[in-house]
């Protein structure tokens, strides 16, 4: 099987370059842009409030399953330990805000420090980047992590901002720019046949 680096790069149109293996020639493979053609234009550019809520109200929809399978993981225990004396817990409210901010905290950093993505934000095509376009650095994903899980409604700031930037990307020098994955070159249909 080829490896993703031997293969050749694709060029704008679409087409890869005919390629040799093992002295023939295989012929030209039609690789389809991933990235969709009403959104090509936006490649890069900041994300506006619509996009960025999808991706939030996905990440919201992930720590909930998380903190809510943290209780019923924590019921199941205790049923095991005494099922004949069971009798169903209930965690004050403050348990489980406390158990989500630590959550959405370690989710959004381990995320925006390691790919610049949550889930959510790969869902809509985003990333998060510092002021250069890399990704974040430990110390400032956790501070930008921090601050979003404890005032999300601050990061709505990017609505009226000219720039598409919230108080946390203007305070941490950070923006969310739509950025699709795009994959290299798919080898040709049986090409990995052919060792």
């Not at 890069?44 to 399953?65: E, N, P, S």
Request: with cysteine.
């Amino acid at each position: 099987m080829a490896d993703v680096t031997d293969l050749p790069e694709m060029p704008e149109g679409g087409e890869a370059p005919d390629q040799e293996t093992s002295g023939r020639r295989v012929p030209k493979a039609h690789v389809p842009d991933p990235i969709p053609t009403a959104a090509r234009g936006f490649q890069g550019l900041r994300a506006g409030v619509v996009t960025r809520t999808i991706a939030g109200a996905v990440d919201y929809a992930v720590i909930t399953t998380v903190t809510v399978g943290t209780w019923v993981s924590y019921v199941v225990v205790l049923f095991l330990i005494k099922p004949i004396d069971f009798t169903l817990p209930t965690w004050p409210l403050w348990v489980f805000l406390v158990l989500g901010y630590s959550y959405m905290t370690l989710y959004l950093w381990t995320g925006w420090a390691w790919t610049g993505r949550t889930f959510g934000a790969r869902l809509m095509g985003l990333r998060v980047v510092d002021h250069r376009g890399n990704r974040l650095h430990w110390t400032v994903a956790l501070l930008r992590a921090a601050f979003c899980a404890l005032v999300p409604l601050l990061l709505w700031w990017c609505a009226i901002s000219r720039e598409n930037r919230s108080i946390p990307d203007v305070l941490l020098r950070t923006s969310v720019i739509h950025d699709w994955p795009v994959r290299a070159a798919v080898p040709a249909v049986g090409e990995h046949l052919d060792a």
